[in-house]
């Protein structure tokens, strides 16, 4: 059963315009197609693309923090050699 929907859904465009380099808008992390689509999808549409794009948030926040863990430690020495 779908669930109906009371107040539509807003635009999650935050006016960060800016395409990344996999096509997603780097403010909202929607696709083209997704944005541009936006106003005339259904309420069950609009639903999945902002559960699409909550996907994507997590995959690069999680991208960030493994980066900036790898920034982080120390340099292992090199092996072979003895201290």
């Known amino acids: 059963m779908e669930q109906l929907e009371i107040f539509p859904l807003q635009s999650p465009c935050i006016g960060v315009c800016e395409v990344n380099n996999k096509g997603y808008c780097k403010g909202c992390l929607r696709s083209r197609e997704e944005r541009f ?4 999808m259904t309420p069950a549409e609009q639903q999945e693309v902002m559960r699409l794009c909550r996907g994507r ?3 690069v926040e999680a991208a960030r923090r493994k980066a900036r863990e790898a920034a ?3 340099p292992s020495p090199p092996t072979g050699w003895d201290f």
Do not use: I, Q, V
């Open 37 to 40: 689509n936006w106003l005339t």
């Open 57 to 59: 948030k997590a995959r």
């Open 72 to 74: 982080e430690l120390p």
